[in-house]
């Protein structure tokens, strides 16, 4: 079957760094995104990987590992407004998106 | 502008009964999606259109049916509504099919609750 691993709930400290890992088994592999979902809100963009490597977006930074089923979402320079749910989500072989059940990440002061 | 719009936001209703969700999108994408939120926070795909054509049909059951009057619109009508459907339910768009960094755009939501 297909699955997507992420932690349920990290805590950080505003100011702090924070990496959120996803590990993935799926069938085929077609790319990878990073989606940030504040409570009550639609999910929104941060990120796609979809060959080896790091991709810096301002504070934000997104890892890939293809051979390792692996990728991180790292957030810098961490604020309150950072406090969301964070959505890895993988597109397999036949190009269908498959979601992590996300991350909750809460910023405290 | 609104890129992805839905209504109603919040719907109510009783067990049993019919109802429909619109979505319009003002992007000029070509595959529009429904997705249900369950309580969990997980996101489960139900349906996409590409081009007015179903390419994805997940194990939902028949009582749902997604409607699309042309590209810029994905309706979807549910009956004999049940407990279990209470959920959020988020239409989305994209450029093509979710290939090469095809991000999803996501409406606001339609927070549905059944009685």
């Known amino acids: 079957g297909q699955n997507i691993d992420q932690p349920t709930e990290m805590t950080a400290t505003e100011g702090a760094i924070v990496q959120i890992n996803c590990t993935y088994q ?13 409570a009550g809100e639609a999910p929104t963009f941060l990120s796609y990987n979809v060959l080896d490597g790091l991709e810096e977006k301002g504070r934000f930074s997104s ?3 293809r ?13 309150m407004k950072d406090s969301a749910s964070y959505l890895c989500a993988v597109v397999d072989s036949n190009y269908q998106l498959i979601w992590g ?3 909750k990440l809460i910023i405290k002061p | 502008d609104t890129a992805v719009s839905q209504t109603p936001k919040y719907l109510v209703t009783q067990m ?3 109802k429909s969700i619109k979505c319009e999108q003002n992007l000029g994408h070509d ?4 997705y249900k939120q369950d309580s969990k926070k997980f996101l489960k795909i139900m349906f ?5 054509e179903l390419i994805i049909n997940e194990t939902v059951p028949n009582r749902f049916s997604p409607k699309s009057p042309d590209k810029a619109h994905l309706n979807l009508h549910i009956n004999s509504l049940e407990l ?3 959920a959020v339910y988020f239409c989305a768009s994209s450029q093509g099919v979710s290939g090469a960094y095809n991000e999803q755009f996501f409406g606001p939501g339609t927070r549905l609750t059944v009685l």
Do not use: P, V
């Open chain 1, 101 to 103: 059940a996300g991350t």
């Open chain 2, 31 to 34: 595959t529009m999606y429904w």
């Open chain 1, 63 to 65: 890892f890939l590992s």
């Open chain 2, 48 to 52: 996409s259109y590409n081009n007015k």
């Open chain 1, 67 to 79: 051979s390792k089923g692996y990728s991180y979402l790292l957030l810098k320079e961490l604020q």
């Open chain 2, 16 to 18: 049993g009964n019919d």
């Open chain 1, 26 to 38: 799926t069938s085929g592999f077609n790319g990878l995104f990073w989606y940030q979902q504040h």
């Open chain 2, 84 to 86: 279990g459907d209470s």
